[in-house]
């Protein structure tokens, strides 16, 4: 770190979390180039303490107890985003906002990444998670390679698409925790009038305001979509009678069971509930394991290798 001013101590998640709902971590670190990234690494190796990369916490849960080490956040240079139109791509730091980008591109006319411009979150989340929408819309379309830090080394390698294992809402980084500095984007070769790109995403902002629960807390989807000719989680979800149900201040969204509410001072125990609940129901009633979609931080993880 180039000072102490990055680094907060005892650092409650839940002022960091989209759901709002988290016990402190030990050390919250906000690295601002790529030099501090390996700093706050090796600070963790010395000390003995696991790591783990916080992007904007859309979709995390958080434990009540907290996070016993370092949650690392990406800013400054590390949010960049600078378009390069000659080689037709578009550099975006891990940090940067996926929301950001999307309307970045939206206003410059480029068609077909209005998804980016809808999924809260941060670019390294959004290349972790394979953030998409409904369809063929996922990071993994416009995705060319990326910059990551391997802690267990120290070392910048750059990944190419090949490597990065994605799949449906997740990639090889779930198992191998490598931290994305920078994503590069293919461009689209062909621009249209910004007012069309706009125009598109806006129509999908209102689509989805339509169909989601706009006014509490939430980290999105609980459980990924069954694969294969299954239904949506949501309907299985619906089908056990879990729409409205609430354990203290949390509660399954009443429009979409697949949403978890914090309606104020929920805990994360409750959500944990909720979602045991919900994924038992469905299994004894037809059968079908619902995977967590929601990355659920555990309180604490393997120390840094020294
Ligand atoms: C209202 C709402 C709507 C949503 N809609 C969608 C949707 O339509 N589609 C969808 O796919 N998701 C959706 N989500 C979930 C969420 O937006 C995505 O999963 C997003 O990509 C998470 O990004 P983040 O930066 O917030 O990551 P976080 O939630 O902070 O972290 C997620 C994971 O990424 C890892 N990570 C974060 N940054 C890095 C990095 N730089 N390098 C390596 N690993 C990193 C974290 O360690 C963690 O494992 C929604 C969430 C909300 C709250």
């Known amino acids: ?35 501090d990234v390996r700093d706050a690494v090796t600070l963790c190796r ?11 916490g859309s979709n995390l849960l958080v434990p009540d107890e907290g996070f016993q080490g370092c949650m690392l956040k990406l800013a400054g240079d590390l949010s960049e985003i600078v378009i390069d139109t000659r080689n037709g791509i578009v550099k975006a ?87 994305i500095l920078e994503a590069v984007f293919r461009l689209p070769q062909e621009t249209v009038p910004a007012q069309e790109t706009l125009r598109d995403l806006q129509a999908l ?20 979509n069954p694969p294969g000719p299954l239904r949506p989680a949501g309907w299985y979800l619906e089908q056990v009678g879990m729409q409205g149900m609430r354990i203290n201040r949390a509660m399954v969204a009443r429009e ?7 309606t104020g001072g929920a805990t994360s125990a409750a959500v944990a509930e909720l979602m045991r609940i919900g994924r038992t129901r ?16 555990p309180p604490s993880a393997p120390a840094m290798p020294n």
Not at 2 to 21: D, K, M, V, W, Y
Not at 256 to 262: E, F, S, Y
């Open 1 to 35: 770190m180039r000072s102490s001013a990055g680094l907060q101590f005892n650092e409650p998640l839940c002022r960091h979390t989209r759901i709002g709902i988290g016990g402190p971590a030990a050390l919250l670190a906000r690295a601002h180039t790529p030099v």
């Open 282 to 297: 469905v299994f004894e009633q037809f059968g079908v394991h619902l995977a967590e979609e929601v990355v659920v931080v």
């Open 93 to 179: 730091g891990g940090g940067a906002s996926l929301m950001g980008l999307g309307l970045l591109l939206a206003r410059q006319g480029y068609p077909g990444c209005t998804y980016m411009g809808v999924i809260p979150g941060s670019v390294g989340g959004a290349v972790r998670m394979n953030a998409g929408i409904a369809g063929a819309q996922a990071i993994e379309k416009n995705f060319l390679r990326a910059l990551a830090l391997d802690p267990a080394t120290g070392e910048i390698v750059t990944l190419e698409k090949n490597e990065l294992g994605f799949g449906y809402r997740t990639s090889c980084l779930a198992a191998c925790p490598l931290i």
């Open 205 to 224: 902002l209102r689509k989805r305001h339509g169909a989601q629960p706009r006014c509490y807390r939430t980290f999105g989807s609980t459980f990924k």
């Open 256 to 262: 979409h069971a697949n949403w978890i509410l914090n």
């Open 46 to 56: 010395e000390k003995g303490w696991p790591l783990m990369m916080l992007g904007r």
